[in-house]
């Protein structure tokens, strides 16, 4: 194994060399060699030394995986204390990245450089925590308090052109950060520059204008969360104290974050992001080139899997019925392609050069004869799509895989249409494809490794989030939303009201609730699903009459400007319509049930357990691999609160024998819908939670 800190001397330079793949993250070793560097250097003939990160960034931070478990000395703010306090100037040369503990270490050093390119940023309030090595008393005395605020409360990194106009770095340099970080140091020497400890600068003045609009923009953006509150105050006690009782506040404020259930769901989204795609059947499976995709079918789904698929800078052939058909869909995606240059995600020319020599539309399917991936989104109808999976099959390339966006159908059906079920997979697309991160991956019976392999390969190119799926009615997300909807409409005969659930479920930390998403979908979507179902339908299914009569008359939601809510002039946000009521208390009425007052908790509770119960009937039955993987799903597709970490990782967090023992008790009036998962009644005995299966190859 080689040293975590190298150390080296070049004339009167030092140079200490953090190596630490993959991130250069501050575990314990590397915090040990970092102290035993800067003493080392404090006693040798070198007058200034240069801090560099090995490898592609600079420091990526504190070991978050250390978090949790007991701390080990030294500590990072003692490792940052002691960088500021060497008797000789450290200049700290960043390449990359500087993030979180990474950042806090380089103002720790006395000066800074950065090449063009780097991100410089803060981002712990997105890991539920703050900067708890100095950061929020350092930056600020460089900054001032605005830019501190803005940066610590949001976590968003910042380029080395506002770090150096807002002080955070000295320069920015060229070539490699070695030769950027000594090109400094000589200039250093020969200016006779002495050390320059942060922490010596005076406190910042107190800024009330920019705290009052940071408190406004965590109102808007961060509503719900402790940690951007605790960051802000943290900041705000830099303008109040000396640099100790800062540090003070800072880790005070920083432990009790250490101990919220958000911090550990945050934290467990982080790292299920990069767990979901380590999947051993695709270990070392070298994914098949993908460089022309065909999109068959031009409408919601169909024209925003071409425009991410544009966006990623592969050429995209959209076949649609007619030229009408067509032509509609490449109107869309230029004005999805206008909205990217809007936003400054896509240059001008880029999007004309797009236009022009990467997207053709068409309605022969024979364009598609040289693509490498066709991903079928016409209706959702098995016949039609086994007749475009006939006719792809007919002019497809040998090699080239024939996907299907289908929310709930057969996958092996599909590919059985086929002369090749081997190269036939699902690819699960949400709404707008274009925006959402997660994709569904599912994998038939016969799918081909290296077929899935170009799954993952895809979404990374796509910038998505792909979680694996087996096949079953709706895969993973889906079927799990079909049964928790189911929830919601028991909840609505018991008694409560569809605007009461929602706003249980928003105050829970849902993006929206699934009266108002239904809104947004459009009541035919829901309509026609329970019709599909209806030959299949069980005792565990309550009908929701009263949303079959929404439907007759003619109110699809948000589209129709009357759903569940009633939206006055194409507003987005509604407002109930009382009718809805009367519609359900007859609906109660026919069901022989008499109203009664069920309290937000309650909603909760149920929606949740029935959410948790069907994951873990998902996984099983090997539909979801693991827990995280449900987790991903739902934080990634259906707006569940990242900082909840997920339905299963929430679910452990509250104790999985309380929630089969409410469960078993709900079981006792509705058998049916609340029969207990195996897995969850297994785990339960085995006295295991769900992260128990998180490791499992
Ligand atoms: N600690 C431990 N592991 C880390 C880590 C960290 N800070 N940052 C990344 N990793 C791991 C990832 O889990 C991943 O592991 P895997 O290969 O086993 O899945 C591996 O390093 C590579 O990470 P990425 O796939 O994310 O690599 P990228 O090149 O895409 O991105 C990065 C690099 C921008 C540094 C990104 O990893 C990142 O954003 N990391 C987190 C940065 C962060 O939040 N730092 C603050 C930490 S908290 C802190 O410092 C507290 C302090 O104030 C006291
Ligand atoms: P849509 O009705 O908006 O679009 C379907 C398009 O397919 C229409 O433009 C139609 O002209 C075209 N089409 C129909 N038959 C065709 C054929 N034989 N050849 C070429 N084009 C044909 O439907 P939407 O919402 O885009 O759904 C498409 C698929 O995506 C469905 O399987 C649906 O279940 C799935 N899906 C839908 C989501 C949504 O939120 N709308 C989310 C995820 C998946």
Redesign the pocket.
């Known amino acids: 194994m080689t040293e975590p800190v190298r150390y080296e001397t070049e004339g009167e330079i030092a140079l200490i060399t953090i190596d630490n793949p993959p991130v250069n993250a501050l575990g314990h070793a590397v915090r040990q060699g970092l102290v035993a560097a800067i003493e080392r250097f404090e006693e040798d003939d070198a007058r200034i030394a240069v801090l560099l990160g090995a490898g592609r960034l600079f420091l990526g931070g504190a070991d978050i995986s250390e978090f949790g478990k007991p701390p080990q000395d030294p500590w990072l703010p003692e490792v940052v204390n002691r960088i500021e306090d060497c008797t000789k100037p450290v200049v700290a040369a960043i390449h990359g990245a500087a993030l979180g503990g990474g950042l806090e270490v380089a103002l720790g050093c006395h000066y800074r450089v950065a090449l063009p390119g780097t991100k410089l940023g803060l981002p712990e309030v997105t890991l539920g925590i703050l900067p708890g090595a100095g950061g929020t008393q350092r930056t600020p005395r460089l900054t001032g308090m605005a830019k501190a605020l803005e940066m610590i409360t949001s976590g968003v990194p910042i380029g080395p052109d506002d770090a150096l106009a807002s002080g955070l770095i000295d320069r920015i340099g060229d070539g490699d950060a070695p030769s950027a970080g000594i090109a400094f140091a000589t200039d250093l020497l020969s200016d006779g520059a002495e050390r320059r400890p942060v922490g010596a600068l005076p406190r910042p003045t107190a800024d009330a204008e920019a705290v009052a609009a940071t408190e406004a923009t965590l109102e808007k953006r961060a509503r719900g969360l402790v940690a951007p509150q605790h960051a802000m105050r943290a900041v705000i006690a830099a303008s109040e104290h000396d640099l100790e009782a800062g540090l003070a506040e800072e880790r005070r404020l920083f432990n009790e974050l250490m101990e919220t259930p958000q911090r550990e769901g945050l934290i467990h989204a982080f790292f299920l992001e990069r767990k979901v795609s380590q999947l051993p059947e695709i270990d070392g499976v070298s994914p098949r080139e993908v460089g022309h995709v065909g999109v068959?079918?031009?409408?919601?789904?169909?024209a925003g899997i071409a425009t991410a698929a544009l966006l990623s800078g592969l050429r995209v052939t959209l076949?649609?019925?007619d030229t009408a058909?067509a032509d509609k869909?490449r109107a869309t995606i230029e004005k999805n392609l206008a909205g990217a240059v809007k936003r400054g995600k896509l240059a001008e020319d880029k999007r004309d050069e797009i236009l022009s020599d990467a997207f053709a539309t068409g309605t022969d399917h024979a364009a598609l004869s040289d693509a490498d991936l066709a991903i079928e989104?016409?209706?959702?109808s098995m016949e039609?799509?086994r007749?475009?999976f006939e006719a792809l099959d007919a002019v497809m390339k040998p090699g080239a895989i024939l996907a299907t966006?289908?929310?709930?159908?057969d996958v092996n059906e599909i590919a059985a249409a086929t002369k090749r079920p081997a190269d036939v997979i699902g690819l699960?697309?949400?709404?707008p494809a274009h925006v959402m991160k997660l994709l569904e991956v599912v994998v038939a019976d016969q799918t081909a490794a290296d077929v899935t392999a170009t799954a993952f390969a895809l979404a990374k190119r796509l910038r998505k989030i792909a979680v694996r799926a087996g096949v079953c009615d709706g895969f993973i997300g889906n079927r799990m939303l079909s049964h928790y909807r189911g929830a919601a409409d028991r909840l609505v005969l018991m008694g409560a009201s569809p605007f009461q659930i929602d706003r249980a479920l928003t105050e829970f930390g849902f993006a929206m609730g699934p009266f108002a998403v239904a809104d947004l979908?459009g009541l035919d979507i829901g309509f026609m699903t329970r019709e599909r179902k209806a030959a299949t339908r069980d005792r565990r299914d309550v009908v929701p009459t009263w949303a079959d009569e929404l439907y007759h008359l003619g109110r699809l939601g948000q589209k129709t400007g009357r759903g569940y809510y009633i939206y006055e002039d194409g507003a987005r946000g509604g407002t109930p319509d009382p009718e809805v009521e009367t519609l359900i208390a007859k609906a109660r009425e026919d069901a022989g049930i008499t109203p009664r007052e069920v309290t937000d908790d309650e909603i909760v509770r149920r929606y949740m357990a029935a959410m948790v119960n069907e994951g873990a009937r998902v996984v099983g039955e090997g539909i979801a691999r693991r827990p995280l993987d449900v987790d991903a799903v739902k934080l990634f597709g259906y707006g569940f609160p990242r900082y909840r970490g997920g339905p299963m990782k929430w679910a452990d967090m509250q104790g999985l024998d309380g929630l089969l023992g409410d469960i078993r008790a709900w079981e006792a009036n509705d058998p049916f819908f609340w029969a207990p998962a195996p897995l969850l009644e297994t785990l339960v005995s085995d006295n295991r939670n769900f992260d128990s299966l998180n490791d499992r190859a």
């Open positions: 068959i079918g031009g409408g919601t789904m169909g076949i649609e019925r058909a869909a989104a016409v209706f959702e039609v799509k007749e475009v966006n289908t929310s709930y159908l699960h697309f949400f709404s979908a």
